[in-house]
């Protein structure tokens, strides 16, 4: 692939995963709206974001099927289509269960997306260079999740109901999607899938070291995204602002997510990258429990701590499994999704009987076992 060609993939690559994080990251600001408009239960309305997850399960899973006959560049393009007609459905359904099948259709396309985003980057890149570049991605997600509640904020000031920023999201994907289809379409693209072995391509040839660390990223995303998807609900509640209001804080956590990642990008951390990951943990450990102890600013500090986990992490599991990365990155996709559909039932369950305040704690949680996971696959790498 020359290098024009490789550079448009990957700008597209980036360009989705900002579609994908401001889609991901709008729900969470207009949640209160949505529970109202259609009067649901904090347990009835997590099935908004459980819908998406459990579909994009599958979706992740089996894509290192659908691989064996597309291309990495070819489900990137399509999921993008894919992405386009959720968000309409999202934005035009008034009955809920099609307004659930629409958040359905939304995890499939984040599925697929999440797959040939992260493998792309490891076929794409150098593993000198992949660090950067991982960080480079993923602060397309910090930007997008910063943009999103902001966009609310402004969007409720012009007047804006919530229906309205799905159906504007929908038309820009469109159009990336539809730009997407001038690429030009790389050689070994056309007749190169993602594996070199037969026997590398199946889940199960992975070994149990991949699925501690599926495990181990999964618990980290779920407390990363239960903060990102409740906080607008948690300052409403416990502090009673507007939507509007809130909206500063959710700010506040993605723009220091977005700024550690920023940094990601031009400077490489020192240390093992086990070690990167679990000092990442700590301190969020610590931002968290300061944010629902002493000040819900200390919210924003946490995602400046949590924000070089998941680059780091994608460059631990490209610098592991190398040739075999795609079938690991629709293995450990798949597992943080249906992680994310019993993260919402959780903290939905939890909300309604014992408050938003409690729910919270459950993040805790998680980052322990994250990191728990991170030592039990350590081991488990030098056992084997």
């Known amino acids: 692939m020359n290098k024009f060609t490789q550079r448009l993939?990957?700008?597209?690559?980036?360009?989705?995963?900002?579609?994908?994080?401001?889609?991901?990251?709008?729900?969470?600001?207009?949640?209160?709206?949505?529970?109202?408009?259609?009067?649901?239960?904090?347990?009835?309305?997590?099935?908004?974001?459980?819908?998406s997850s459990l579909l994009g399960f599958f979706a992740s899973l089996g894509s290192a099927f659908i691989l064996k006959k597309w291309n990495l560049l070819q489900l990137l393009a399509i999921s993008l289509a894919v992405m386009a007609v959720a968000l309409f459905g999202i934005g035009y359904?008034?009955?809920?269960?099609?307004?659930?099948?629409?958040?359905?259709?939304?995890?499939?396309?984040?599925?697929f997306m999440g797959v040939a985003q992260n493998s792309s980057i490891s076929s794409l890149v150098?593993?000198?260079?992949q660090s950067r570049v991982f960080a480079g991605l993923h602060s397309m997600y910090g930007l997008s999740s910063f943009l999103a509640p902001l966009a609310v904020g402004w969007g409720i000031s012009h007047h804006l109901i919530w229906r309205d920023f799905f159906t504007i999201s929908a038309v820009v994907v469109l159009v990336l999607f539809l730009i997407s289809l001038f690429f030009p379409f790389p050689d070994w693209a056309r007749h190169h899938r993602t594996v070199e072995q037969p026997a590398q391509n199946t889940i199960r040839g992975l070994g149990k070291v991949s699925i501690y660390m599926s495990f181990a990223l999964a618990f980290y995303v779920i407390a990363e995204i239960l903060v990102g998807s409740r906080l607008s609900l948690y300052t409403i509640r416990e502090m009673g602002l507007t939507t509007e209001q809130a909206s500063r804080y959710v700010t506040g956590f993605y723009l220091s997510l977005l700024s550690g990642r920023i940094l990601g990008t031009f400077f490489k951390c020192p240390g093992r990258l086990t070690t990167q990951l679990l000092v990442s943990l700590v301190l969020s450990f610590l931002t968290l429990v300061a944010g629902l102890y002493h000040n819900p600013w200390?919210?924003?500090?946490?995602?400046?701590?949590?924000?070089?986990?998941?680059?780091?992490?994608?460059?631990?599991?490209?610098?592991?499994?190398?040739?075999?990365?795609?079938?690991?990155?629709?293995?450990?996709?798949?597992?943080?999704?249906?992680?994310?559909?019993?993260?919402?039932?959780?903290?939905?369950?939890?909300?309604?009987?014992?408050?938003?305040?409690?729910?919270?704690?459950?993040?805790?949680?998680?980052?322990?076992?994250?990191?728990?996971?991170?030592?039990?696959?350590?081991?488990?790498?030098?056992?084997?």
């Open 9 to 51: 993939w990957l700008a597209l690559t980036f360009l989705s995963m900002l579609a994908l994080g401001f889609n991901d990251n709008l729900r969470g600001p207009l949640f209160f709206e949505i529970l109202r408009d259609f009067k649901l239960t904090d347990l009835q309305g997590a099935w908004f974001y459980s819908a």
């Open 93 to 111: 359904f008034k009955n809920y269960a099609l307004f659930l099948l629409a958040s359905g259709l939304l995890g499939i396309s984040m599925g």
């Open 126 to 129: 150098t593993l000198k260079n």
């Open 298 to 384: 200390w919210f924003a500090v946490t995602g400046l701590t949590m924000s070089m986990f998941y680059p780091t992490f994608m460059v631990y599991l490209s610098d592991i499994y190398q040739k075999r990365i795609g079938v690991m990155m629709s293995l450990a996709i798949a597992i943080q999704s249906i992680s994310i559909v019993f993260m919402h039932q959780i903290v939905g369950f939890i909300s309604d009987f014992s408050g938003i305040k409690m729910a919270f704690h459950t993040g805790l949680i998680f980052l322990l076992l994250s990191g728990f996971f991170i030592w039990r696959s350590e081991v488990a790498r030098q056992h084997d």
